[in-house]
């Protein structure tokens, strides 16, 4: 090789490592220690997909351990629910619904979702929407929902004469919800942060041992405009490593993260994060470590990151 081609070679390797590094830092911005409120030893992340990062967090405040899955949407990425099947009864693990979509997706990951009842096993307490199809009506309560355009919100909605319908009823896969109906929907409670804000629901949902008590923790967060999705899981009930938070603390936890908008989702021993693995096989893993001795609880859904777009 000439002694220009090589200069020119080089040259070229430069420049695309300066644009690897600023690709780097356009998706995720550094996440220091100095960034909370409360006392923070060290945050750890982990690319897991390009756009998208795990970020391990860990507090001796509480003593919290904090894992997020970090999510570019702007970069092909989408959330869906995920029930695992056509009837709204049933309950698997996250991992195992997140396994069953890696079938016909390109899973990175996600967290458990809405709160379930018993009986029926494993029904969404709060409304469900799959590919735009109904699977539980909605309630009161509040809901994270992505519309037509992929836009993620967090509101509350409507199924206007349909609202008595009984589960599994066949007429809700065509009904509409409103104040529009989106593509994907799964239920929680309360909005922790609205417009960047800490809510006062976070002091008055449910009983004190509910909203004032710390507990594990589910939390979906839109940050970024829109264009970032927060998928976090707060450990707890494990005296020494991790405590648990009220919902005040995580309303505070999610300010200090970038959310402008936060819903709490089912927590205890639900709580999971799964994501992908970063190496060529790709296998999942639960990032925290579920409260229930016997590993991760069977739930009624989950939220689910996917690619939303061909890669080459």
Not at 129 to 154: C, E, M, Q, W
Not at 189 to 205: A, G, H, I, M, N
Not at 257 to 262: E, I, P, S, T, V
Not at 284 to 306: H, M, Q, W
Request: one cysteine or more.
């Amino acid at each position: 090789m000439s002694v220009r081609r090589l200069r020119v070679a080089r040259l070229s390797l430069v420049t695309f490592a300066l644009l690897g590094a600023a690709c780097a830092r356009t998706a995720f911005a550094p996440l220091e220690p100095r960034a909370f409120p409360f006392a923070v030893d060290s945050v750890r992340t982990e690319l897991v997909r390009p756009g998208v990062a795990h970020r391990t967090i860990w507090s001796p405040a509480g003593p919290w351990v904090v894992h997020l899955l970090d999510v570019r949407l702007d970069r092909c990425y989408a959330a869906v629910a995920v029930k695992g099947g056509s009837s709204a009864i049933g309950r698997r693990t996250t991992s195992q619904l997140l396994r069953e979509l890696a079938q016909s997706r390109e899973v990175v990951g996600g967290v458990n979702a809405d709160f379930f009842l018993f009986t029926p096993p494993g029904v969404p307490t709060n409304a469900h929407v799959s590919k735009g199809h109904v699977l539980t009506p909605p309630n009161v309560k509040p809901v994270f929902a992505v519309d037509s355009a992929g836009r993620p919100s967090i509101g509350t909605f409507t199924l206007p004469g349909l609202d008595s319908l009984k589960v599994d009823d066949p007429r809700l896969a065509s009904a509409s919800l409103r104040p529009f109906h989106p593509m994907e929907a799964v239920g929680g409670r309360p909005v922790l942060v609205r417009d960047s804000v800490t809510t006062p629901d976070v002091d008055t949902e449910g009983q004190a041992s509910f909203s004032k008590a710390r507990h594990p923790r589910t939390i979906v967060g839109i940050a970024g405009r829109g264009r970032r999705l927060l998928l976090v899981v707060v450990d707890g009930r494990q005296p020494g490593y991790s405590a648990g938070m009220t919902l005040r603390e995580e309303a505070t936890l999610m300010l200090a993260l970038g959310a402008r908008d936060a819903l709490n989702l089912d927590g205890g021993g639900s709580t999971a994060l799964v994501y992908a693995s970063p190496d060529p096989a790709g296998a999942f893993r639960v990032a925290n470590k579920p409260s229930d001795p016997t590993g991760e609880r069977a739930v009624g859904n989950a939220l689910a990151i996917v690619s939303s777009c061909a890669r080459h």
